[in-house]
Structures are given as C-alpha cells and as structure tokens.
T-cell receptor, first 113, second 114 residues
Framework: SQQGEEDPQALSIQEGENATMNCSYK?????LQWYRQNSGRGLVHLIL?????REKHSGRLRVTLDTSKKSSSLLITASRAADTASYFC?????????????FGGGTRLMVKP | DGGITQSPKYLFRKEGQNVTLSCEQN?????MYWYRQDPGQGLRLIYY???????QKGDIAEGYSVSREKKESFPLTVTSAQKNPTAFYLC?????????????FGDGTRLSIL
C-alpha cells in the first residue's frame, strides 16, 4: 500500500509561476524525500527533510514538513519549461528496518512556455 | 561516472516465458531495490537486498524472483507466474544503514507482453 498521497495529481502552470505540491502520509517517519521523474526515465533525488526539520531549501526548491499534520509540501519557484516532470514524495517509515522508502502516486507538473 | 545501469531498455515477453532484467551499479552501495511502476502511478517495491547473498520480499513479490551474488548486481526475473507483467521496472541503490539516505535510480526497463 502507498503511504504518501500527493495533491494535486496534475498541475499545469505558466513559466515563471510558482508550483506547489502537497504530500500526506499516515505513519511516523524518519525522513521524507522528494524525487523528480522525467517521462520514461528513472527518478532523481531532489531533497531530503528529516523528521526534526521543518523547512529546507535547495536552489528554487523549498520543502516544508509538518509532522503533527503528517504532511509535506514542495514549492518550485519561478518555474521553467524544463521543470515539466512528475514529482513524488517518499517516506522512510520509522517501523521499517534499513533504508526502505514508500512512494506516493505523484504529481504531474506541466510548465507551459 | 558512478551510476546504475539497467538493461535492456525495452523487453518483450512471450506467454509462459521467464525474462530477466539486469541491474548493475558502481556506486559501492550495499542496498539495492526493484520497483514496479504502472502508467500514471507511483512505485511499488518488489524486492530489496541490504547485503550480498540476502534479499527480502517487498509489497508485490509474487511472480518475481531475484538473486544477489555480487554487490554490484541485482537481477530481477519476471516469471510466467506473473500474469500482468506489463510495466516500467526501476532498479535503485543506496548506502546501507538506517535511513536518511537517498536512493539512486537507473533509467528503467519497459516490459511488454507479445
């Protein structure tokens, strides 16, 4: 079963606008990660936020984590056409041994030039 | 450059046939994973291995088998018992340990039924 649920499932914006994607999960986690997938390719790791962190930045990406609401958001600022991809959240659940991740269903982002 | 190589990129399976998907990594990672992705969906874990000669079933292991004889290699066999094998298969690796490590992915193998 999938832990994370992304919202929205699909998002279409104009170049230059900001894109916000949300992820909700059910169980206690060690960390939450965001990945990007271009069509027909593998996933690329974007950012990891630990359960004791509330916000993290990487370039044009900003991730927040609210463990009390079991939710996270990914904000992409000043979007570009090259940001068009699917974005997935993945949780490292506290009850799991090792480094296993549980992925959500993803948000498909289209950025129009 | 270090990375994960999956081959072939496209694979076709006939009825009743077993097929094997290759996954090789030169990142010196202990842990390796196989995922299945159906169109428009997220990833589901098939099998994972934390160390050589050891592996565990994931959420959807039925109809699949794996081996881990070398650290660098984690091949996945889709057996004839898997009745709906058409999907995109992704292999990943990560350092061993107890989390807080990103996974590195290959570019996938797309499997279709003839």
């Amino acid at each position: 079963s999938q832990q994370g649920e992304e919202d929205p499932q699909a998002l279409s914006i104009q170049e230059g606008e900001n894109a916000t994607m949300n992820c909700s999960y059910k169980t206690s986690i060690n960390n939450l990660q965001w990945y990007r997938q271009n069509s027909g390719r593998g996933l690329v790791h974007l950012i990891l936020i630990r359960s004791n962190e509330r916000e993290k930045h990487s370039g044009r990406l900003r991730v927040t984590l609210d463990t009390s609401k079991k939710s996270s958001s990914l904000l992409i600022t000043a979007s570009r056409a090259a940001d068009t991809a699917s974005y997935f959240c993945a949780t490292d659940e506290r009850e799991n041994a090792g480094n296993m991740l549980t992925f959500g269903g993803g948000t498909r982002l289209m950025v129009k030039p | 450059d270090g990375g994960i190589t999956q081959s072939p990129k496209y694979l076709f399976r006939k009825e009743g046939q077993n097929v094997t998907l290759s996954c090789e990594q030169n990142l010196n990672h202990d842990a390796m994973y196989w995922y299945r992705q159906d169109p428009g969906q997220g990833l589901r874990l098939i099998y994972y291995s934390q160390i050589v000669n050891d592996f565990q079933k994931g959420d959807i292991a039925e109809g699949y088998s794996v081996s881990r004889e070398k650290k660098e290699s984690f091949p996945l066999t889709v057996t004839s018992a898997q009745k709906n094998p058409t999907a995109f298969y992704l292999c990943a690796s990560s350092p061993a340990g107890h989390g807080n490590q990103p996974q590195h992915f290959g570019d996938g193998t797309r499997l279709s039924i003839l």
